[in-house]
């Protein structure tokens, strides 16, 4: 992978501007900056090796060198939609994926609310959205997408599996065979770039609540991060998140996971970290 393989490879896609860095930080890190430096809307940073690279609550991802795929796009529309399009751009990371896994290497994964992504109950990849704030309006988004594409991208050097929150795997693993990284690189951006003029649509959230991982299971919903990180506007960043238990049926409008309690109240969740767990 270098500059200039991924420049041709990507061709037809029309990215306006790639940065690609045999090291990084962080993608999100890298594309933020660019940003601030006036980089166009779908501008793309690509690095072999990320060596500081997070997830949401400032948890470690890392991407060994050759090993799989770490990415972050620029997102600068004129008008973002509202500060709640946060989720949905980070549902349109995880949509991306899992398409592209579906329909160039019939693997059909699942998302676990709100940007994980899992093949056999495991997770393959992550994503990442941020905002660049003025004050209540959302200038600029960060989408950052992280891939497990070989079986050495999960090791106990990297990250020792009592540290992870979920069991993982890499889609070489499911698929027993390898794989360009370059080319699944080149489908994921193809079916985000299909999609990210739908995501305020009826039929992208019907597609994502198709993808919901654990429907008709119980979950517990720990308290999770407003979305300085997630999306939601800063002055709502204090806001408690309780921890809520319940049945996983599907999506709200706004993109929140809804939950059937035991007393058969139905609740929204808007931000939180799903763990599967029995009912109590």
Known sequence: MDQHTLETALADLHIPAIRYFPAVGSTNDAASAWAYEGAPDGALVVADEQTSGRGRGERRWFTQPGMGLAFSLVITPPKMGGAYVMPRLTALGAVAVRYALQRNYNIVPQIKWPNDVLIDRQKVAGVLAEAQWSGEEIKTAILGIGINVAA?????????????????????????????RVELLYYVLKELFYWRPRIHTNDFLSEWESCLAFRGEWVQVTAGESYGKDGLPVSLEQMPQPMQEGKVLGLAMDGSLKLLKKSGEVVSVRVGEVRLGPPK
């Open 152 to 180: 050495g991208a999960i090791s106990d050097e990297i990250l020792p599996r009592a540290e992870m929150n979920f069991p993982a795997t890499s889609v070489e693993e499911a698929l027993k065979k390898r794989i360009d």
